[in-house]
Structure formats: structure tokens, C-alpha cells
């Protein structure tokens, strides 16, 4: 199996450019599927997410050609409705495409996307929308035919819960739609702004992104640009957790310290300093990190769900006891039995976990469950005691451009091979 050797060190120090957002290039990418003509994405990172979302639109008729880190998509000349279910459980935003290709083809088949590692992660919440905009849904053994046969029109969406992924859904389904649609307790998160940019950019109208009422009015055509994507907000929290393990000090640049501001004030409580400037963020830790009492995910602004496990593996080593809850998913703790492995002492209750910080980490043989817990393995590797074997890595080659490199410059000892 590819797995990571990563053999403790005592700091880290350097600098790392942060790459573009994969949750904000997915759905930007699905959103290429409205456009005729062709799109230029900067900033676009190379993960295989990208790759298979590539796939789905060369699926669609759609060609894309990725350069570095610019992808261009022409999506002119589409010729098919029907995305195989071996893409679709390839990626959970696969079911971003329902609402790109009903907006723009008035209909689709496409199977349900794969639940995965951190719970049964429905689409309820986007098929009930929908429905609410003429899309009608025939299902038969995990398979959805969606139509449209009054054609596609505007309707005021309530989300009982501010899903990022329903709220995209919308957005791109409302796009092309006859008439206003408006989405009340809309999901804030930046790369919802970054999404409604995009399609500002070409041509569509659309108010409000980053509130909790969005209001898009169909436009009957969109034309391709030129945008560049956002940073990933994750990612950087991913680099600022491991120089908070490890220690030492750290320039993060391309990052923008807004979308961060509930991960810098914990690590700011855990004893780290942190100070930001326009475009980049330093820390440094020189003083034994201390528990921050209770550190509760929420939808954003609230601390983000996604560097759950990044923030559990930093307590892990915290001085005094900390308690994490997790209020997204139903299952985002499998990272925790891993980091017990390392000789964490944390007790996990349903949605709740309990963190005694240890003094240190040691190097074991661990696995990646999924993307997120895979990156906070990864971070509490770089400052155990020893040598660690991290298995599973596919799953951090999802969300993150070239890992082992960009520890590697920054002081961590780190190797890919089969483990
Ligand atoms: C997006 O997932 C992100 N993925 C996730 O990042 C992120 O954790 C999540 O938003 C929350 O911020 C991408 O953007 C590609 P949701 P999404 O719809 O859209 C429930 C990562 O590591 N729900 O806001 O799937 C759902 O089960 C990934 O980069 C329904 O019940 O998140 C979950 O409990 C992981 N019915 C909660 O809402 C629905 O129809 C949040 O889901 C939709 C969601």
C-alpha cells in the first residue's frame, strides 16, 4: 500500500505557498457544465478530486486540459445526460452535478454519490430544493432520472439546515432558471462567495452570497472568463496545526486570516502567536502548548467542521483537558482511536471527545480514514517521537497538492512509499 515514513522532528521553520481550494474549485468546476465556451481556471490545484471531476465533464461532452496549475474547460458541444455510477462514487460533490446539468440540459441520470467516511452525508436537502424548481426525480435501485418538464424555474428555498452543498446546488441549478430564486438560510461559507463570483463572472445575477439569503435571477445565457480560485482555507489550517505541534515558526502565504479566525484565536488560546498581514499568516510556537477548554464545529462562521481533526490532534498534545464536539457529522472521529495509537489519551462519545494532552506523540503504524483525519495524522507524524507509518494516503492525495513536498520544505522528514 502508498503510505508516508515521516520521522519526528523537533520544529518546523520556512515558508509554504497555500494552494488553491479544492471545495472551492469542485463546485466552480461543476459550474463550467452552464458555460459555452471556454473557461480558464487559475489557481486550480492538482488533486484527484480535480482529476475525477474532469472525468465527469469529459463524461458530459465537456473537454478540460489541466496546465499547471490553470484548467480550462470547453464546455460548448455537450453530448450526453448521464454520468455512470462509477464516476459519482468517485467524489461526494459529484452531486453538485445534478443541479449544473439540469441547469443547463433541463435533465440527467445520474446515481446517488458515495456516503462516505464521515456519515451517511444524504442529498435530501438538494433533491427537495430542486423539486421545488420543476426538476422531477424517478429513482429505481440507487439510480435518479431527473427532468424537467415544465422546464426549470426560480422558487424561494427554505434549507432546514445551511448545507454547502445544497446551497451550491441551487445556485447552479438557479443560474439558467426562468425567474428568481431565493435561498433562505443559505450556507456562508467562503467558498459560497467564491462559487457566486464565478458565475457572476460570466454573466449570471446573484446577491447576497456569504449571507444567509442568496437571491439569483436566471439569466437565459452565461459566457465563459477568466477566475481565479481561493485559496484553501483548510489546507492552511492544516500547516498552521503542524507548526503548532511541532513548534518553531512558520510564514503561510496566499492565506487570508478572515476565513480562519476561529482556528487562529484556538491556536492562539493553545499558546501559540499568530499575526496576519494582507495575504499571509505567520505563527510561531515556542511555549508548551495548553488545553482551550471546549471547541464546538458549527457551520461557518463557526468553527469549521473540516479542521475538526486538525485541532484534536494539536490538543492531543495540550497541557490539561480539552473537549471537542462535533456537531456536523454524525461520524468525524475516526481519527481519534489513530491518534490513541500515538499514545494520545482521548475518550470519545458519540459527537463529543474528551482530550487529556499528552507530553508527546509517538511514531506508530496508523491509518488515513478519511482526507481530514489522514492531514492531522500526518501533522501529529511530523512532531512524534520516532518513525510513523501512515497508511491510506489516497485519501490526503484528494484535498492536498503535493503534501510530503511542502512538510519537506519546512524541516518535516517525510517519504511516500509503499508501506
Ligand atoms: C461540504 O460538504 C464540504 N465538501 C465538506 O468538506 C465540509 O465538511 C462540509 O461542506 C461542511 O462544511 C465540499 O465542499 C466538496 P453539507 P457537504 O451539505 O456539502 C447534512 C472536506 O474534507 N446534510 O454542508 O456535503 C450532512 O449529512 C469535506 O473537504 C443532509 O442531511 O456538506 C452533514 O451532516 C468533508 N442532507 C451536514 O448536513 C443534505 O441534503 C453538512 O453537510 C445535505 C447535507
Not at 153 to 166: M, N
Amino acid at each position: 500500500m502508498q503510505g508516508f515514513v515521516i520521522e519526528g522532528v523537533d520544529r518546523l521553520q520556512g515558508e509554504i505557498t497555500v494552494q488553491g481550494s479544492k471545495n472551492a474549485a469542485l463546485p466552480i468546476i461543476a459550474g463550467c457544465l452552464l458555460v459555452p465556451g471556454e473557461v480558464v481556471l487559475k489557481s486550480c490545484p492538482a488533486l484527484s478530486d480535480v482529476y475525477s471531476s474532469m472525468k465527469i465533464l469529459s463524461c458530459l461532452g465537456g473537454r478540460c486540459r489541466l496546465l499547471g496549475d490553470t484548467l480550462t474547460v470547453d464546455c460548448t458541444a455537450l453530448s450526453n445526460d448521464h454520468i455512470p455510477d462509477r464516476l459519482m462514487r468517485l467524489m461526494r460533490s459529484s452531486s453538485l452535478y445534478l443541479g449544473a446539468c439540469v441547469g443547463r440540459m433541463g435533465r440527467c441520470t445520474l446515481s446517488y454519490p458515495g456516503g462516505c467516511e464521515l456519515g451517511a452525508r444524504p442529498i435530501d436537502l438538494h433533491l427537495l430544493a430542486l423539486e421545488k424548481m420543476g426538476v422531477c426525480f424517478k429513482e429505481e435501485h440507487g439510480v435518479i432520472e431527473c427532468t424537467t418538464p415544465k422546464g426549470l424555474h426560480g422558487a424561494q428555498i427554505s434549507l432546514s439546515f445551511p448545507s454547502v452543498g445544497a446551497t451550491e446546488n441551487v445556485m447552479l441549478a438557479a443560474a439558467l432558471a426562468k425567474g428568481e430564486t431565493v435561498i433562505y438560510n443559505s450556507a456562508r461559507e467562503p467558498e459560497i462567495i467564491d462559487l457566486a463570483r464565478f458565475l457572476r463572472a460570466c454573466g449570471a445575477k446573484i446577491t447576497g452570497e456569504g449571507t444567509s439569503i442568496v437571491r439569483i435571477s436566471g439569466v437565459s445565457r452565461l459566457s465563459p472568463c477568466e477566475y481565479e480560485i481561493m485559496s484553501d482555507r483548510i489546507v492552511a489550517a492544516t500547516y498552521l496545526c503542524a507548526a503548532a505541534l511541532a513548534g518553531g515558526e512558520l510564514m503561510l502565504k496566499n492565506t487570508g486570516a478572515n476565513e480562519l479566525r476561529p482556528v487562529i484565536d484556538t491556536l492562539c488560546e493553545a499558546g501559540c502567536d499568530i499575526y496576519s498581514f494582507s495575504d499571509r499568516v505567520y505563527i510561531s510556537r515556542k511555549r508548551p502548548l495548553k488545553a482551550v477548554g471546549t471547541v464546538r464545529t458549527m457551520p461557518y462562521p463557526g468553527f469549521p467542521t473540516d479542521a475538526q481533526p486538525l485541532i484534536t490532534a494539536v490538543l492531543s498534545r495540550a497541557k490539561g483537558v480539552s473537549v471537542v464536539v462535533e456537531n456536523i457529522f454524525e461520524n468525524r472521529f475516526r481519527l481519534n482511536p489513530e491518534l490513541v495509537r500515538m499514545g494520545a489519551n482521548i475518550k470519545t462519545e458519540g459527537r463529543i471527545a474528551v482530550i487529556e494532552g499528552t507530553a508527546a506523540l509517538y511514531g506508530a503504524r496508523v491509518m488515513a480514514s478519511d482526507l481530514r483525519a489522514g492531514a492531522a495524522l500526518a501533522a501529529a507524524a511530523v512532531s512524534a517521537q520516532g518513525i510513523t507509518e501512515l497508511g491510506n494516503i489516497e485519501y490526503i492525495d484528494r484535498g492536498y497538492e503535493r503534501l510530503e513536498a511542502s512538510l519537506t520544505s519546512i524541516g518535516a522528514k517525510i517519504k511516500r512509499t509503499s508501506i
